[in-house]
């Protein structure tokens, strides 16, 4: 099992910026895959960006350009810089370890959210 435990998040004027952590019990370059979802009031969790353990990101195309993902290579922390809110960013952020265990058995482990709040 992996344990996932999220900060940063907070209240802050559009066009500011913020930026998230997510601390992991299991070291980061042992997950396949570490991801960033969101969800809105009234609307679906979605994916805002995701990094491979070899390093490969992909963003949503609402935030490509805005927001970056990093991993600490050698500890148990990816973090998610985001730069230029909009009001339309805010939303609870939950942090995702998506990967496999000895067994070739697929996982996913969730946090417990941190709430971004944009405000206009």
């Known amino acids: 099992q992996v344990k996932l435990v999220e900060s940063g998040g907070g209240l802050v004027q559009a066009g500011g910026s913020l930026r998230l952590s997510c601390t992991t019990s299991?070291?980061?370059?042992?997950?396949?895959?570490m991801n960033w979802y969101r969800q809105a009031p009234g609307k679906q969790r979605e994916l805002v960006a995701g990094?491979?353990?070899?390093?490969?990101?992909n963003f949503a195309d609402s935030v490509q350009g805005r927001f970056t993902i990093s991993k600490d290579d050698g500890g148990n922390t990816v973090y998610l810089q985001m730069y230029g809110l909009k009001a339309e960013d805010t939303g609870v952020y939950y942090c995702?370890?998506?990967?496999?265990?000895?067994?070739?058995?697929?996982?996913?482990?969730w946090g417990q959210g941190t709430q971004v709040t944009v405000s206009s």
């Open positions: 995702n370890a998506h990967g496999f265990d000895g067994q070739w058995n697929e996982y996913d482990y």
């Open positions: 299991k070291s980061i370059s042992s997950i396949n895959k």
């Open positions: 990094v491979t353990w070899n390093g490969i990101a």
